[in-house]
């Protein structure tokens, strides 16, 4: 069975696309602080915000072309798209059933529905951080993170972290001297993964997707170059979150009812036991940063888990009598 997909995204890129007939500017995340790159000043209301410089790499646009692209000048912006190779939606539906009526005119009835959803509508970031791998020590950066993100929840100080042969291979030599020369507490003869794990300890505590970030700013400024180092980051994107038919949904159920009509009495009981899982439970009308988004791209499975509408038990009974009314008609009471 195939569904109808797409409208809702349709009327969504026709009002808000970025690249589409009308074009506005977003400032990307981290442009401005309040100490070293602080943003232009609130001067009062109905400021004249025409005269405002551009945000730092914004670009306005002259005229139009296509495919319109963005520049590969590091800034990490945040933007949505949609997929260039959408599919219909396919569900595969199946359903058995058993039927005996048994003693006194009981009817007892079970069955079993499946349902399974392949290429469904989610997003997720396309541009999402490399999981980078030490081709050196075979570790890669989810595994060497979470070993310092492990310590950074004992509390465990700096200075008594053990190299990890990842950053120390990754890393530029000075990279903590760097580091240090940013603002972080670190001894002489730091390592590199002592620097890392700093980072996360004083500031960014488990916001690793901002230390990896840092990481990057931080060994440009170690070699000596103008851009980050791309590690991890797209060097036109922070994030780009985009429709695509790339997400999946399995349920299964099993049901049970038992129905009996005495003369003009009639009751049934109904039980559903059943588990729906997928790795994205959100609608069309989702935002592209919302229910519909798999928030790793590299691993979509990892969202594979109960559906945000699973209901594992659904029990519930119905008596019903009727009686003839005068006149002959027929009344009804449930």
Known sequence: M??????????????????????NVAISANTYNLTTKPAPLFTGFNQDIRTLPPPPGAVYPTSVSFP???????????????????????????????????????????????????????????????????????????????ILEKQRQLGTDPANVQPIPYFENILPAGYAATAAANGYTLQANATSTQAVYAEGFEFWANDWTDIQDEIENYAGQTLGQANPVSYFFDPQYGALSAWGTIAKSNYHGFSASLRQRIHNLQWDFNYTYSHSLDNASGLQTSTTYGGAFIENAIRPNDNYANSDFDLGHIINATPSISCRLAGGSVSEAT
């Open 68 to 146: 319109r692209q963005q520049p590969s000048d590091f800034s990490r912006r945040i933007e949505s798209g949609i997929d260039t190779a959408l599919q219909a939606p396919t569900h595969y539906q199946f359903n058995l059933t058993y039927e005996r009526e048994i003693h006194g005119g009981m009817l007892f009835q079970a069955s079993y529905i499946g349902r399974l959803a392949r290429h469904l509508l989610a997003t997720r970031d396309v541009m999402a951080l490399n999981d980078l791998r030490d081709p050196k020590s075979g570790i890669d950066w989810y595994t060497a993170a979470t």
């Open 2 to 23: 195939n569904d109808y997909y797409g409208e809702a995204l349709a009327s969504q890129f026709d009002l808000n696309n970025r690249l589409g007939h009308t074009s």
